[in-house]
């Protein structure tokens, strides 16, 4: 029988194949379909061929990798074997990383450490590479957008060869308009431009999207445009994710990558069962953080990171301190690219915390404060005497009532935890602005 019912644009978006698949074929240099064996096997010949080439090239491997012999590497498990490496090797001499003329470096990333004391980490980059993660970010987007879309883009892009500005390059290539707010901050902002622009997709951080969502609300906000949702940067809880599909009636998907791995690593397809990998351009693996050998998949343990295609500044077995799982499951589009979990975890607990710290995390307050209407956003942060949890709330609206709310919900959420904190909430933001910025989001101790 045929079916006469058409297709919503926002019915029709599930049901694209995977395009990151194609991406992998044309790095693989095959036209025919590739299976995880055959993944397997061209990263084996990678991995060997990027150990020696860094070891010959960058004074760092040289002296890390001395007298090993990687042509015995068979499995993953022989590669799993070589030491890591770790951010304190990059902030003590990033210069000894570099495998090629700093002349051909065409990006230098800083990245602040936590703390007031030690030395940055700086991430070098070729054009070459940028210009891989410009082809990622364009194989990555066919999954939520077409031709002719329009993407709002709550990212910074004040350099030529920013985030922002590599996502907006990525979307040309594939003929969609890319719309940036550099300044997610100012809500207000991203609201003007979501109402004039009627965007089919958005992309940006959990909280930044989500306060859009919120404001939006607030102003009576009813049909939204948007089919397809990106949540990238930082981690997101599935609370979240349902607030946003509910609210926009929309697909959302997810990214992680970092900036060690080239602004991009993985991102969900149509079916949001998980991240597919960008296999060809970096090796995942999930490791056993204390022995650094890896880990059968579906176990969690902390990711480790090589890069398989990096001139300038390879890395191999590089420990991340996330902590994640390889899903097993078959992923209904078929696709041969392994699937990150979304459920990305730091695994290192500051010292002098309780255990319950590790759980109650800032997108799974979140997740909790999405019932309060004039919620925008906020901060967390724990002072270990006398055992609270502070939380500055960002609201649309002055209200004590809604704040004595956020209180209440709060208090519910911690209240089965062993060594529970008392809850203070104070108010942040009542001008339509938040104070998350970029850096990843945790609660500080204070």
């Not at 004074?59 to 001395?66: G, I, M, Q």
């Not at 990525?170 to 300044?183: E, F, I, T």
């Not at 191999?316 to 992923?331: F, K, L, P, V, W």
Request: hydrophobic fraction near 35%.
């Amino acid at each position: 029988m045929l079916n006469l019912i058409e297709e919503s644009p926002k019915q029709q978006h599930v049901n694209r194949i995977n395009p990151l698949d194609a991406q992998a074929q044309q790095d693989m240099r095959t036209e025919a379909p590739i299976s995880q064996a055959q993944i397997e096997a061209w990263q084996l010949g990678k991995l060997k061929n990027v150990c020696s080439y860094a070891r010959e090239n960058g004074t760092f491997y040289a002296e890390h990798f001395r007298g090993l012999d990687f042509q015995h590497i068979a499995s993953r498990e022989d590669f799993s074997k070589l030491p890591r490496t770790t951010a304190a090797d990059i902030r003590e001499a990033p210069l000894k990383f570099l495998c090629t003329s700093q002349d051909d470096i065409a990006r230098i990333v800083t990245l602040a450490t936590s703390g007031s004391t030690g030395n940055p980490k700086r991430i070098f980059f070729t054009q070459d590479e940028l210009d891989e993660t410009i082809a990622f970010y364009n194989n990555g987007m066919r999954c939520l957008v077409d031709a002719g879309d329009t993407v709002l883009a709550l990212l910074p892009a004040p350099k030529p060869d920013s985030v922002g500005t590599l996502l907006a390059e990525g979307l040309r290539s594939l003929g969609a308009k890319p719309v940036l707010n550099q300044d997610p901050d100012n809500v207000s902002a991203s609201l003007a431009l979501f109402s004039k622009h009627a965007p089919d997709c958005v992309v940006g951080t959990p909280a930044h999207v989500l306060a859009l969502i919120k404001l939006w609300k607030h102003e009576g906000g009813m049909d939204s445009p948007v089919k397809s949702v990106l949540l990238c940067w930082d981690a997101s809880s599935r609370a979240v994710r349902n607030y946003i599909e509910k609210e926009w009636n929309c697909h959302v998907h997810t990214h992680w990558g970092m900036t060690e791995t080239g602004l991009g690593g993985a991102v969900s397809c149509a079916h949001s069962k998980g991240m597919h990998l960008r296999e060809t351009n970096i090796y995942v693996e999930i490791t056993n953080p204390e022995t650094g050998l890896v880990l059968p998949d579906g176990e969690r343990g902390e990711i480790v990171v090589t890069t398989l295609t990096r001139k300038g500044m390879p890395l191999i077995r590089y420990r991340t301190g996330d902590e994640s799982h390889i899903m097993t499951e078959a992923c209904p589009c078929d696709s041969p690219l392994r699937r990150l979990s979304p459920n990305i975890r730091r695994m290192a607990l500051p010292e002098g915390t309780p255990d319950w710290f590790r759980f109650i995390t800032p997108t799974l307050i979140d997740g909790v404060l999405t019932a309060v209407p004039y919620f925008l956003a906020q901060q967390a942060q724990y002072r270990v005497a006398p055992n609270t949890l502070e939380v500055t709330v960002d609201m649309s609206n002055n209200s004590s009532q809604q704040l004595t709310c956020v209180k209440e919900l709060l208090c519910d959420l911690v209240s089965p935890l062993y060594n529970a904190p008392d809850i203070l909430c104070l108010p942040g933001n009542h001008n339509k602005k938040i104070s998350i910025g970029f850096a990843k989001r945790k609660i500080c101790i204070v």
